[in-house]
């Protein structure tokens, strides 16, 4: 890949795991070609509960224009629950929130997935970069996982730059040369995890990460 000019810029926002090995690494890697890296971690995270963290409220605050060349978005392993609905949304739904798993929490997780990511595109970023959660070792949420998934890679599809990145291939495989892959609590990941979905992804995110890429 060619290096970047030093004015090119990417973002990282997302939850936890960008305060810890996973989004050292990626910062690491671009700043290594050229880009000016600003990263943004917010512990517990997601789109299921504003209430508890407003992520378009950070959104709001990062250096997103036209001078973006990516913006990487890790969120989802914090949402497998009920959704909190703002006021507007209860309206529609007559309820304070809704249960995971039901279709309108579908609903409400893909419109708020598509906004979110369709705000970072009209700020003038050039791509974003949707990497949908890791594997974990908890099956319940493992289950649950795959649900968000599938809707942030719907998400991302219905927006104007958007790009999901599948990171699985862990499942069931959380020890890698005798090094556990995940943390004791099952879903963030290690050192040696974290390095090891990054060199997954890498060539398709370099790919894109190319002017002029679909």
Same mark, same amino acid.
């Given at each position: 890949m060619p290096e970047k000019a030093l004015e090119a810029a990417a973002v990282l926002v997302g939850s #936890? #795991? /960008?305060?810890? =090995? /996973?989004? %050292?690494?990626?910062?690491?890697? &671009?700043?290594?070609?050229?880009?000016? +890296?600003?990263?943004?971690? +917010? !512990?517990? =995270?997601? &789109? =299921?509960?504003? !209430? /508890? %963290? !407003?992520?378009?409220? +950070? &959104?709001g605050e990062l250096p997103i224009g036209h001078e973006t060349a990516a913006v990487f978005v890790y969120l989802g392993v914090n949402d497998a629950q009920d959704a909190w609905l703002y006021p507007e949304e209860r309206a529609r739904a007559g309820l304070a929130s809704v249960p995971f798993g039901a279709a309108d929490w579908d609903a409400v997780y893909g419109r708020r997935a598509r906004e979110f990511l369709e705000r970072i595109c009209e700020r003038g970023a050039r791509r974003a970069l949707v990497l949908l959660p890791v594997d974990v070792n908890l099956p319940d949420l493992q289950r649950r996982l795959e649900r968000i998934r599938e809707l942030q890679t719907q998400a991302a599809a219905a927006t104007s730059c958007a790009v999901a990145i599948r990171t699985n291939g862990d499942e069931g495989r959380f020890e890698a040369d005798g090094l556990a892959t995940r943390q004791p609590d099952g879903f963030h990941m290690s050192p040696r995890g974290a390095q090891i979905v990054w060199q997954r992804i890498a060539p398709q995110v370099l790919q894109l990460l190319e002017p002029g890429a679909r």
């Open positions: #936890s #795991s /960008f305060n810890q =090995a /996973f989004g %050292h690494i990626i910062e690491r890697e &671009l700043e290594r070609r050229g880009y000016q +890296v600003t990263r943004k971690g +917010v !512990d517990g =995270a997601g &789109l =299921a509960r504003p !209430d /508890f %963290h !407003d992520m378009n409220q +950070v &959104l």
